[in-house]
């Protein structure tokens, strides 16, 4: 009954984490699409938001399986990669996933 909590607490937490990812992914290229301080900058934070909205929807992915492990170190190393809010519920989903698997 423990592990069955756990893991749906690993899930709501990975599930949650890839919403706001893409969320913020989101609203991040909308932000930088209106903001122009040069062309470069603007490719810098473009290929940030997308790498963000990727992650995102990989979380949203894997957030069903997070209890086997290698769904459990994905999403791990895309929450590492995605960063922010959304980023760190992705880890913390991730590990507890890990740590149901490993026990």
Wanted: proline share 1%; aromatic share 10%.
């Amino acid at each position: 009954m423990k592990n069955a909590s756990a893991a749906r607490l690993a899930y709501i937490l990975a599930l949650l984490g890839g919403i706001l990812l893409v969320i913020f992914g989101l609203l991040s290229l909308i932000g930088v699409s209106v903001v122009y301080f040069g062309p470069f900058f603007y490719v810098a934070f473009a290929y940030y938001s997308i790498v963000t909205i990727i992650c995102g929807i990989i979380a949203i992915i894997g957030a069903k399986s997070v209890t086997r492990l290698v769904w459990a170190i994905v999403l791990i190393i895309v929450g590492i990669i995605g960063g922010g809010l959304g980023g760190l519920l992705v880890i913390i989903g991730g590990i507890i996933g890990l740590i149901l698997e490993i026990a």
